[in-house]
């Protein structure tokens, strides 16, 4: 990494597509209107930094770091955050669109999702404990091996979960009943949600399955 740090500092209305972005340390940075697509962030760290209304689509982020990082209207598809240096890594997301992008094995406890779009995301084998997906499509989202205990979905839509295949305990749910279907697939109970006006319904599952409110 470079010895460049830089604090304090706003970066507004840059299209680093034809400006250089300078790797190196950012601390409590706003990046606002800027364009980073098909760019490179590789090894760069940002620390309580805050992207609003960028384009972050296929960066390259391999060792990027990023701790306590606000995303808010950010256009981020395909973004590999399973590329990126897991130490500490913490992150938020308001009302951005995360379509293909890869959480694969990652641990990222109690990170809040807001108004997002997160149609086929891989969050296979990611630890999501505490998270919250709160009025969020997660239209072909991938759960297998995902670990979603005390995972708020009450507002979210779309998704699918198998509950013989991730950990559900204590994950929250309102759910349009008409839309709550027990299936059986290879002899496991499979519990599929695309709801459009969530309805609040209460209901237990077998012990290794949530408990739903």
């Known amino acids: 990494m470079s010895n460049l740090l830089l604090e304090d ?13 300078e790797v190196g340390e950012y601390e409590s940075c706003r990046f606002v209107n800027c364009v980073f697509a098909n760019g490179d962030l590789s090894e760069t ?3 309580e930094c805050t992207f609003e209304n960028c384009d972050l689509s296929m960066v390259h982020v391999a060792k990027t770091s990023c701790q306590e990082v606000v995303f808010k209207n950010c256009k981020m598809l395909g973004l590999r955050f399973d590329m990126c240096n897991n130490l500490l890594l913490s992150f938020s997301f308001t009302n951005c669109i995360l379509d293909y992008a890869s959480f694969f094995k990652l641990k990222v406890k109690n990170t809040q999702l807001k108004d997002c779009k997160l149609q086929e995301v891989d969050f296979v084998e990611s630890d999501l404990t505490g998270s919250t997906f709160s009025n969020c499509d997660l239209t072909s989202a991938r759960f297998e091996n995902t670990v979603l205990e005390n995972v708020d979905f009450r507002t979210a839509t779309n998704y699918s979960l198998n509950p013989d295949l991730n950990k559900l305990a204590k994950a929250k749910f309102a759910l349009a009943a008409r839309n709550l279907l027990f299936l059986p697939i290879s002899g496991l109970s499979y519990l599929r949600a ?3 006006t969530p309805l609040a319904l209460l209901f237990c599952l077998p012990a290794r399955s949530p408990t739903c409110i």
């Open 9 to 21: 500092k706003v970066f507004e209305g840059v299209d680093y597509r034809t400006t250089r972005f």
């Open 45 to 47: 760290k940002f620390l």
């Open 194 to 196: 695309s709801l459009k």
